[in-house]
C-alpha cells in the first residue's frame, strides 16, 4: 500500500483553505474514507494554532460586514498550504486514480497550484515527515 500526497498552495486566503477542508470533510463521510483520506494544513511557522484562535477572537467584533471581515483575515495570515494524503490498497487502483485526478480539478482546489507527489519522486521523503510532523 503506497501513500500519495498532494500539496495545495492557498496563499493567503484562509476563506477558500476552509472551503476545500469543507469539501474534504464530506468527500470523507459521504465515501467512507476515513483513514485512506487524510489532511492536514501548513499555517508556517509563525500562524501557531494559538496564534489563529486569538486572531479569529479579535476580529469578530471588528468585522461589521463580510467583505470587512474577509479583508481583515487576509492581511494578518501567512501562506495556508494543505496538505492531502491519499493511502489505498494494491486493489483499489481504480479508486485511488480516480482520487488523483478529481480533487486537484474540483473547485476549491483547482486554483492551489495542486501538485500530486508519488511514492518514487525525491520530494516524497520530505512531504512524508512535513505530514507527520504537523500531527
Known amino acids: 500500500m503506497a501513500h500519495i500526497y498532494m500539496l495545495f498552495d492557498f496563499g493567503a ?3 477558500t ?3 476545500a477542508r469543507h469539501k ?6 459521504a465515501f467512507r474514507l476515513d483513514k485512506k483520506l487524510q489532511f492536514k494544513f501548513d ?5 501557531t494554532p494559538e496564534a489563529v484562535e486569538e486572531r479569529g477572537k479579535s476580529e469578530k467584533p471588528k468585522s461589521k460586514t463580510k467583505a470587512k471581515g474577509r479583508e481583515a483575515v487576509s492581511e494578518h495570515n501567512s501562506d495556508v498550504k494543505l496538505l492531502v494524503r491519499l493511502y489505498f ?5 481504480l479508486s485511488e486514480q480516480r482520487w488523483i485526478e478529481r480533487i486537484p480539478s474540483e473547485e476549491p482546489f483547482n486554483g492551489a497550484a495542486p501538485k ?8 516524497f521523503s520530505d512531504i512524508a515527515a512535513q505530514f507527520e510532523r504537523l500531527g
Open 24 to 29: 474534504l470533510e464530506g468527500w470523507k463521510q
Open 89 to 93: 490498497s494494491a486493489h483499489e487502483k
Open 43 to 47: 499555517r508556517g511557522e509563525s500562524a
Open 13 to 15: 486566503d484562509e476563506e
Open 116 to 123: 500530486v507527489i508519488h511514492e518514487s519522486e525525491t520530494e
Open 17 to 19: 483553505a476552509q472551503k
